[in-house]
């Protein structure tokens, strides 16, 4: 799917709690910034075992790329791993 694309940096392992994780737009935009990365892929995971995307993945999806836009980066794609399958925002239309 992302022919050119190649891994820069695994750069967010947070602490969270059972029901969510803190994510903070500015670091994103620092850290892309600071990989001089034209594009980024991001993902996680839902330890509950369902891919499907929360409205909360959504909306955090949206204030990403609107702060990651800002600064020329272009957001690919949105992951959402649970229970050995993947789900992709950008294949949902929701990107």
Known sequence: ?????????D??????????????P????VRAL???AAAVVLAHNHPSGCAEPSRADELLTQQLKAALQLVDVRVLD?????AGQALSLAERGLL
């Open 26 to 29: 500015r670091e994103v935009v």
């Open 34 to 36: 600071a990989h001089h």
């Open 11 to 24: 750069l967010f392992r947070r602490k969270y709690t059972l029901i969510q994780a803190s994510v903070y």
């Open 78 to 82: 949105h992951v959402i791993v649970a």
């Open 1 to 9: 799917m992302y022919e050119r694309a190649r891994l820069i940096a």
